[in-house]
């Protein structure tokens, strides 16, 4: 069953939509899961959202989307599933969708899905996303699967570690989840105020930073993130400076922080999966 985005509200296939809480408009937050392949990220997306689910393609890529929509307490998410990536460093489409999305689409929270089997090759990239938001929460995966190889891992120290907090979970039996989603809300408001761990380059090194960030800020005023911005371009992205420049970076921004043109013109509505 699909439907165009721009259905009426009182259209008879809008109002099944939202009977069933498919309808993403009108939420008090945005929620972005982030994650590697094979981390049980989208396990944990069917789990939370259940029939309230969307499928896609990200405006211009081919790269499939999924969102949804979950209720917590008095408040309504939106719950979008981005690609499985190892890297924000944009070496591909998915990369690229899941880095700007955060960059610039400034979800209000983040969850970064880690498997409890293979933490430290997860933190590679729990580890960018930290530099781009303070609003995370980390939810490691696949306890059951660690505890059955003999696998330990001390949710408190990684989280006084990382500087956000971490969640263990189970998204297939869905242990833990709502303790995951107490941790999200507490974010989102800004009742929890966190700590993200993130690395400080040399004195020169912040000095050019902070002498780019103004010369950005006169091509792209009012740019989120644009010290990450900066610090592509000291690293020399070629990329990156070209959108700069070209001014398709601030067209990014604006196609991202509009909802409405976030989403294809058409979406499928399905259960989990």
Same mark, same amino acid.
């Given at each position: 069953m699909s439907t165009p985005?721009?259905?009426?509200?009182?259209? !008879?296939?809008?109002t099944e939509m939202a009977? =069933?809480?498919?309808?993403?408009?009108?939420?008090?937050?945005? %929620?972005? =899961? &982030?994650g590697n392949p094979n981390t049980g990220k989208s396990t944990l997306f069917n789990a939370v959202t259940g029939l309230r689910q969307h499928t896609g393609n990200w !405006?211009?890529?081919?790269?499939?989307?999924?969102?949804? &929509?979950?209720?917590?307490?008095?408040?309504?998410?939106? $719950? %979008?599933? $981005?690609p499985?990536?190892?890297?924000?460093?944009? &070496?591909?489409?998915?990369?690229?969708v899941a880095r700007n999305f955060l960059l610039f689409g400034r979800p209000d929270c983040t969850i970064v899905v880690m498997d409890a089997s293979a933490v430290e090759r997860n933190l590679y990239l729990a580890l960018q996303v930290l530099e781009?938001?303070?609003?995370?929460?980390? &939810?490691? #995966? =696949?306890?059951?699967?660690?505890?059955?190889?003999?696998?330990?891992?001390?949710?408190?120290? =990684?989280?006084?570690?990382l500087g956000v907090p971490v969640v263990p979970i189970v998204a297939r039996t869905?242990? #833990?989840?709502?303790?995951l989603l107490t941790a999200v809300a507490d974010v989102a408001s800004g009742e929890t105020r966190t700590t993200p761990l993130r690395s400080t380059g040399t004195p020169e090194f912040e000095r050019a930073v902070q002498e780019l960030l103004p010369l950005i800020d006169a091509v792209a005023p009012g740019l989120p993130n644009a010290r990450w911005v900066a610090i592509r371009l000291l690293d020399g992205d070629a990329a990156v400076e070209a959108a700069l420049t070209s001014g398709e970076l601030a067209s990014l921004v604006a196609r991202q922080q509009q909802p409405d043109r976030r989403f294809s013109d058409r979406i499928a509505l399905q259960g989990a999966q």
């Open positions: 985005s721009s259905a009426c509200e009182t259209c !008879p296939v809008h009977r =069933l809480g498919a309808v993403t408009t009108g939420v008090d937050a945005e %929620v972005a =899961l &982030a !405006p211009g890529k081919t790269v499939t989307r999924a969102e949804g &929509a979950f209720q917590f307490g008095s408040r309504r998410y939106k $719950l %979008v599933d $981005l499985g990536t190892y890297s924000l460093l944009s &070496a591909s489409q998915d990369e690229e781009i938001t303070d609003r995370v929460v980390v &939810a490691v #995966n =696949l306890m059951d699967e660690a505890a059955r190889r003999g696998i330990e891992v001390d949710v408190r120290s =990684l989280s006084r570690d869905g242990e #833990n989840v709502m303790a």
